[in-house]
């Protein structure tokens, strides 16, 4: 399996933006999914995660009540919306897939990745 992140950008503080993340092969709709994120100096960090049947979610404290994870099977495709954005949200952005239904919160609970996508909030 293949993931391709985009999305990323430069946002001032308090913008938006959705990452999106297309996954090849056949075994997306049997994976979860989720979004991590790593700034410089710092340890990849857990954002995300959604089950593949979409019917659980989690989020890392800090980003509750802003970011959204969201999937379209149809699609193979995982979103990451971020609303509210903060300069501490800046790093990049990596999606994961792990061969199980319900999403890990640590990095090794995943078996595929992204190629990452940065994201940048200026204060």
């Given at each position: 399996?293949?993931?391709?992140a985009?999305?990323?950008?430069?946002?001032?503080?308090?913008?938006s933006?959705?990452?999106?993340?297309?996954?090849?092969?056949?075994?997306?709709s049997?994976?979860?999914?989720?979004?991590?994120?790593?700034?410089?100096?710092k340890?990849?960090?857990?954002?995300?995660?959604?089950?593949?049947?979409?019917?659980?979610?989690?989020?890392?404290g800090?980003?509750?009540?802003?970011?959204?994870?969201?999937?379209d099977?149809?699609?193979?495709?995982?979103?990451l919306?971020?609303?509210?954005?903060k300069?501490?949200?800046?790093?990049?952005?990596?999606?994961?897939?792990?061969?199980?239904?319900?999403?890990?919160?640590?990095?090794?609970?995943?078996?595929?990745?992204g190629?990452?996508?940065?994201?940048?909030?200026s204060?």
């Amino acid at each position: 399996v293949q993931l391709q992140a985009s999305g990323g950008g430069l946002v001032q503080a308090g913008g938006s933006l959705r990452l999106s993340c297309a996954a090849s092969g056949r075994t997306f709709s049997n994976s979860a999914m989720g979004w991590f994120r790593q700034a410089p100096g710092k340890e990849r960090e857990f954002v995300a995660g959604i089950s593949a049947s979409e019917m659980t979610t989690y989020y890392v404290g800090s980003v509750k009540g802003r970011f959204t994870i969201s999937r379209d099977n149809a699609k193979n495709t995982v979103y990451l919306q971020m609303n509210s954005l903060k300069p501490e949200d800046t790093a990049i952005y990596y999606c994961a897939g792990a061969s199980r239904r319900l999403p890990g919160q640590r990095p090794y609970e995943y078996d595929y990745w992204g190629q990452g996508t940065q994201v940048t909030v200026s204060s």
